[in-house]
């Protein structure tokens, strides 16, 4: 859910379209959902890669209850689209409160339970400290950028350090590690899906009322009671889906914070309805050069866990 809110930004910049209030408060809340997901599955894979297999099960059935959700916030579980250019596809689904703050509940528990199962256990530290280490300096060398690069101690997240959306009205913290090993990397994870539950609780808290989509008809797509309900509505959805979007010439850079880290699309337009260059800078990319240094001196099954940990997307390094 979360990375097509910085596609849409930098779709956003070059309109330059102001999008509602709500919706803004809205992106952050399927981002911060998005990132406790991510990490649930990072950290319950990585677990198994190291033999903690119990785990894996406390992480993944929290992970299903809000994959309920985000199915039906958009219809999908896993091929999910619902941001939309100049707002998001549609309200949030009724009773989202109750059903997130059930979600938060048990999340809180699972990680106590994993935590409780896993910070004093020999073997887990054994296979964990001290594998895979990278300084702080190193890792800013190589392009580290997220819970990877957090990890060796340094504070930078671009939530805090050039706030996007609503993200400068929340209250949380910024976890960090101090040896950049393995360990750090699991348990700087779990320390950020506490602080996402925190700004979940505060977005639904303070989520003001008012339009999900911005009234640029040109370009944003009309409501659908409007399409099924007036002729005007209908030819609005048929222009823009048949001829696109007009965008102005020019170009924009846009970059959040995704659970990996730094995800940016730098969109280039000459005017048309269509791209004329879109350029990713994926997370993961930066992270896998580094892979070869990780694992020098260390056992063949340390690299399973050094890998896991970084939380290698293989898309993203198809370059």
């Known amino acids: 859910l979360m990375n097509n809110v910085g596609y849409c930004m930098a779709v956003e910049k070059l309109l330059d379209l102001e999008v509602p209030e709500r919706a803004q408060w809205i992106r952050m809340l399927v981002c911060e959902i998005s990132r406790i997901c991510d990490h649930l599955v990072a950290n319950g894979a990585n677990l198994v890669d190291v033999g903690a297999l119990t ?25 999910t689209a619902y941001g939309r250019i100049g707002g998001v596809a549609r309200e949030l689904p009724q009773g989202t409160a109750e059903s997130l703050r059930s979600c938060i509940k048990e999340l809180r528990r ?3 339970q994993v935590e409780w199962m896993t910070k004093r256990n020999r073997i887990l530290i054994e296979r964990t400290q001290g ?34 959306l609503r993200y400068d009205l929340l209250d949380w913290d910024v976890p960090v590690g101090h040896r950049g090993d393995t360990y750090d990397r699991i348990f700087v994870r779990f320390e950020e899906m506490k602080q996402s539950a925190r700004m979940v609780e505060q ?30 509505g209908m030819i609005r959805h048929f222009k823009i889906l048949t001829d696109g979007i007009r965008v102005p010439a020019g170009e924009a850079y846009s970059y959040t ?19 004329w260059r ?36 293989a898309g993203e390094l198809d370059r």
């Not at 879109?278 to 240094?293: E, G, H, M, N, S």
Request: charged share 20%; net charge negative.
């Open 110 to 112: 699972a990680i106590r």
């Open 278 to 313: 879109i350029k990713v800078r994926p997370p993961c990319f930066a992270v896998y050069q580094a892979y070869p240094k990780l694992i020098e001196d260390h056992m063949v099954a340390d690299a399973v866990a050094v890998i896991g940990s970084l939380n290698i997307i």
């Open 131 to 164: 594998v895979g280490a990278i300084s702080e300096a190193d890792a800013i060398g190589y392009g580290f950028t997220g819970p990877c690069l957090r990890a060796t101690g340094c504070e930078y997240d671009v939530r805090k350090e050039h706030p996007y």
């Open 257 to 275: 914070e995704a659970a990996n880290g730094e995800l940016g699309f730098y969109a280039v337009s000459d005017g048309g309805s269509k791209p």
């Open 203 to 232: 977005i639904l808290e303070r989520i003001p009322p008012g339009p999900v989509m911005a009234d640029r008809p040109d370009t944003c797509l009309p409501a659908q009671h409007e399409v099924y309900g007036s002729i005007e």
């Open 55 to 79: 785990n894996f099960w406390y992480l993944f059935n929290v992970r299903e209850m809000f994959t309920d959700w985000i199915e039906a916030l958009c219809g999908a579980r896993l091929t």
